[in-house]
């Protein structure tokens, strides 16, 4: 996501290094080009196509850039790269982050994936919720798998909205 000042990365996307992309050879040009404006690496899962080159684009960079994800995510992180532990951020939920021209917020999510975060970035007079994997299903009552919390949590982070809501999901 961009502003005229600001990138918010959302995911690094998959490693087709073995077979090539060109539109992703694009975009890690585009980043390195504008390497200045980016102010975080957002992760909301690790799935591979959400970090597949995530330590090529910090490598890339070269910017002591933090990278917000959920709790479980950054031990996942811990082990696949090593050295980017230190740059990994766990948010608190729904409490407001300002990062450059964007304000965010997190909530836990249930989904096909441990650590499944919720987000929603707010930019001028528009929200955007990012709920990737995001599972409406009996798992949501399955108070092993999910804080008993999840609802009303989840409603404060749907009220956090401004004049243009925009709702990106996927599954």
Known sequence: MESEKHILLLATGKDYSLIG????????????ENKAKIRAIIVTNTNWQNIGLLADICREIGLPIPIYTSYQSKLVFSYLFPPLRNKVIVPEKNKELKIGDFVLSFVPLNGYLLGNLGLAIHYSQSSFYFLEGFIFSSLLN?????????????????????KNTYL???Y
């Open 142 to 162: 399955n108070r092993l798998l999910f804080s008993t919390n999840f609802w009303p949590d989840f409603q404060q982070f749907c009220t956090q909205k401004r």
């Open 168 to 170: 990106i999901t996927s």
């Open 21 to 32: 992309s060109q539109e992703q050879q694009i975009g890690r040009d585009y980043l390195k």
